[in-house]
């Protein structure tokens, strides 16, 4: 009873302080969970969604007391296949296991792994303008053994395994190679296309021809063909579900920031070089924003 009372008599703003079974809150809480950027390797120039950093954001995110629900917001150009699967079932085994629903908003764009990632909410809302869709697989790369033999540069690879330098850019393409690899992007294909048929059920408006063939649609559009579910955003959708009293959670990563990390003090005799490998990276997750018009 004492302990009761003591909660009582605490503010909401620091029933934080308790032990989670004896808060008390008296407005509904939405704690809200940020997915913003490319899927995959995630580095300082591309600090996008990985397994690894979206993770300790979603357990937390399960884990506020009272939580009527977990919003996602959500704005990537996809990535990772595996990555983006990977996000997607934490957060559905997340859901069930609390109890809790999830609700995902899209800004700029939720396409390819980011709608595989929207699908895991049990709605999906998107801005009339919001591109969304991309039910796809691709895979792009480069030829540069024209260009290295002009310039006299002779390419040696050693491996053991016929198919270990597959699609290696430096060496012409093998017929064979491309064959064995739009196999796997089929595999892929269909794993997402019944993943999306599976969560969007009869919402769904698959007699569209194009509905899985990679292309993708604005908000107003994804809506008549069933991939969303409302247009809208974040605020006024769930104040007009829960109330105008509302409070949002927001589950921000922990950690320095960018600019921390790329221009902060480093250690004695570490480089301060910047790695071509992760300017790379930041001109393919461009690239991908680009692919959409964004």
């Known amino acids: 009873m004492a302990q009761t009372s003591f909660s009582s008599m605490l503010p909401e703003r620091l029933q934080f302080l308790l032990p989670s079974k004896y808060r008390r809150y008296t407005v509904p809480i939405v704690p809200v969970v940020r997915l913003s950027g490319a899927i995959g390797a995630v580095m300082p120039l591309r600090p996008g969604l990985a397994m690894s950093s979206v993770a300790p954001l979603l357990e937390r995110a399960f884990s506020v007391p009272g939580a009527k629900a977990v919003g996602l917001v959500i704005n990537s150009p ?7 699967h990977l996000i ?48 796809g697989v691709v895979s792009a790369s480069f030829g540069f053994h024209e260009l290295i033999e002009r310039i006299g540069i002779e390419r040696r690879v050693h491996t053991a395994g016929k198919s270990k330098a597959m699609l290696d850019p430096f060496r012409p393409e093998n017929p064979e190679d491309v064959v064995r690899l ?38 107003a559009e994804a809506l008549e063909l069933g991939l969303v579910d409302g247009l809208g955003d974040i ?32 250690s004695l005799g570490q480089s301060s070089l910047i790695d071509p490998g992760e300017v790379v990276g930041a001109l393919e997750e461009r690239a991908a924003w680009a692919r959409l018009g964004l």
């Not at 996809?78 to 983006?84: L, M, R, V, W």
């Open 182 to 219: 739009k196999g796997l992007q089929r595999r892929i294909h269909d794993v997402f296309a019944e993943l999306v048929r599976e969560r969007r059920g009869e919402k769904l408006n698959d007699s569209y021809d194009d509905l899985f063939s990679g292309a993708f649609w604005v908000g």
């Open 78 to 84: 996809g990535g990772s296949a595996a990555q983006s």
């Open 235 to 266: 605020r006024p959708i769930l104040r007009q579900r829960f109330g105008e009293t509302v409070r949002f959670r927001m589950i921000e990563p922990s950690g320095p920031p960018l600019l921390g990390r790329l221009f902060g003090r480093r």
């Open 88 to 135: 997607y079932r934490r957060i559905r085994s997340l859901s069930e296991e609390k109890k809790i629903p999830v609700i995902a908003f899209v800004e700029d764009a939720a396409a390819s792994g980011g709608y595989m990632i929207a699908c895991a909410a049990d709605e999906i809302y998107a801005d009339p303008a919001s591109i969304v869709g991309s039910i």
